[in-house]
Every structure is written in structure tokens, then in C-alpha cells.
């Protein structure tokens, strides 16, 4: 069948859920992925012709974008700044808002000859550690995650990236474990992205994410939004460093209440950041004693 046929099939039936461009951009990356074609190599041979066995993963990736499956897990990997990950359904697929908590806590660093512990909590596809683990060579990464499928992932992830990183299976909401977990070990800055969308937000979310992502990744109670961050801003009170840093992904309408956390449980030097949509979405304190 011809190629350029195949698209418009795409586009008779995805338009009306996606939009012409993100159709295109969706076919691209498909051909990409499964013919080895460009998308200049594409428009350069409008008549170019392809197998029945080449057809097949195209139109299986057709069905799968029909029923609002995220092209990253049809195509199993994304980018994350700017390196490659594999993700499947047991992991999130990694935010651009994400970055941004990366970028923060690596600007935030200060040159120095000190070998800095950092644990990423709720590691998922392993993109904060990983992508940390490559910025910032001075310092030994773990993370951890609930998910033994998650961390398998993560794993396979700090494998394709190069990156060394020590994953921990654990629960943080489990506090009779932490001190089995984490013996005699204090960090420098423990970073998390942890579940924070209260099911009451299910409404303003997409198909996409609510039919698909793990909701282990997603969703807290709406009576206890913050159930995540108490537990692991009480185990920073423990296992951070004198001096060490806690950075959160946040809940944007949840930012004053994770100031008030943060402030109650003597974090100082507290800073509240936006993300690039002017939400607040990421917050630091840093523990000033032990
Ligand atoms: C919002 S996702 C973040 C994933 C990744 N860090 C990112 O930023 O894309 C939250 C992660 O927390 C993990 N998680 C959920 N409950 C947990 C628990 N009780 N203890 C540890 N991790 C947990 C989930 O499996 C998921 O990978």
C-alpha cells in the first residue's frame, strides 16, 4: 500500500480525537520508529509503496491511538531531558514539568569536591535520578519505588543511559521499614514526584492519562492530598544531612498547604517555583538542623 494512503487513514480517523497536526506528528514518529523514514525521506517519495508486514505495526498503532493509548507506550520510549527512556503501563510517562524540578535542582548545586548522597522517592521510569545521575557526577544516586514493574523499568533505563544508580523496592508510607530500608544512611537532597492529583481532578483530566497511566502513580484521596508528602518530609527530617535539601513536584493548588508542611516540620529557606504554564509546581526546603 502506498504510505501517504496509510496517512490519510490516520487522519480519517484520529482528526476528530487528536487534530490534523498532532495526527501527522503521531504518523511520523511511527514510520520513524517502524520504517526507518524521515519525515523529509517521506515527503521526498510520495509514492513510496510498503509490504503487508510493514503495514501491520502501523495499523496496529492506528487501533491502539483510536482507544487514546499515549504514543509513548505504543512506541515504548520517550525522551526526557533530553535522553531516552523506555516507559510501559506500570510507569508515568515523564512531564515536561518534571524537567523543570531536574533543571531547579541541578542549578541549585554549587561546585564542590563533596560526594553528595541523593535518593529520588517514587522513581517510576527512573527520569529525575537518571537525568540527575548524568548532570551531576559528584554524587551517588538511589531511588525507590513501590512498583517491583516500575523499577524494572528504571533499571533498564539507567542501563540504556549509562547512569549508576542503586534502586530500593519499598513503600515510603511503610514507617516501620524505613530504618530496614535505609540503615545508617543520610542523604544530601532527597527529590519526589509523588502521586499528588486528588480524584476530584479527575475531571479536568484526559482519557489518555486516566484510562491508561497507573493510577498508583497518579491519585491520592481527596481527603488526604498531601498523604505523600507528610511521609516523606518526616523521613527527610530523619534522613537528610544537616544543610540537606528536599525538593517536591507539587499539586499546583496545593502550594500553600506544602509551605505550611514544609515550615512545620523546620525546613527553612522555603521557595515555592512556578512551572513554565505559571502554576506553582515545585517547592525546596532545606533542613538547618538535625
Ligand atoms: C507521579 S509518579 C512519578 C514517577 C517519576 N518519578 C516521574 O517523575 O515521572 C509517582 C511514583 O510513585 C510510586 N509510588 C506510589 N506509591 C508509592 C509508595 N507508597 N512508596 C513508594 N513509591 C510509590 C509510583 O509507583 C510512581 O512510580
Not at 539507567?158 to 513503600?171: M, Q, S
Not at 492529583?197 to 482519557?207: C, W
Not at 511521609?231 to 534522613?239: L, Q
Amino acid at each position: 500500500m502506498i504510505l501517504k494512503e496509510i496517512q490519510k487513514i490516520f487522519h480519517i480517523e484520529l482528526d476528530s480525537i487528536y487534530g490534523k497536526e498532532e495526527v501527522d506528528s503521531f504518523f511520523y514518529l511511527l514510520t520513524d520508529e517502524f520504517l526507518g523514514m524521515s519525515r523529509l525521506a517521506f515527503s521526498l517519495q510520495p509514492g513510496f509503496a510498503i509490504s503487508k508486514e510493514e503495514e501491520q505495526p502501523l495499523f496496529e498503532a492506528l487501533t491502539k491511538l483510536k482507544l487514546e493509548e499515549p504514543i509513548q507506550y505504543i512506541l515504548g520510549k520517550t525522551e526526557f531531558f533530553g535522553l531516552p527512556f523506555k516507559v510501559n503501563q506500570h510507569t508515568l510517562i515523564p512531564r515536561p514539568e518534571t524537567e523543570e524540578l531536574v533543571h531547579w535542582i541541578i542549578s541549585k548545586q554549587e561546585q564542590s569536591n563533596k560526594q553528595l548522597k541523593i535518593l529520588d522517592i517514587g522513581t517510576g521510569s527512573g527520569c529525575i535520578a537518571i537525568s540527575l545521575a548524568k548532570n551531576l557526577p559528584n554524587a551517588d544516586f538511589f531511588a525507590m519505588d513501590v512498583s517491583k514493574e516500575a523499577l524494572k523499568v528504571a533499571s533498564d533505563n539507567a542501563e540504556l543511559n549509562d547512569a549508576a544508580v542503586t534502586f530500593i523496592e519499598g513503600n515510603i508510607l511503610d514507617r516501620d521499614r524505613w530504618n530496614m530500608d535505609f540503615k545508617n544512611v543520610k542523604f544530601d537532597i532527597i527529590v519526589s514526584n509523588p502521586p499528588y492529583v486528588r480524584n476530584l481532578e479527575k475531571a479536568e483530566m484526559k482519557n489518555n492519562v486516566l484510562n491508561n497511566e497507573p493510577s498508583l502513580a497518579l491519585f491520592v484521596d481527596d481527603d488526604n492530598p498531601l498523604l505523600f508528602y507528610q511521609a516523606i518530609t518526616e523521613f527527610a527530617t530523619i534522613y537528610l544531612n544537616q544543610n540537606g535539601n528536599l525538593f517536591f513536584e507539587i499539586n499546583q493548588y496545593l502550594g500553600k498547604e506544602m509551605i505550611m508542611l514544609l515550615e512545620n516540620s523546620k525546613f527553612n529557606n522555603i521557595e515555592l517555583k512556578k512551572d513554565m504554564f505559571g502554576n506553582d509546581r515545585m517547592i525546596r526546603g532545606i533542613k538547618t538542623s538535625d
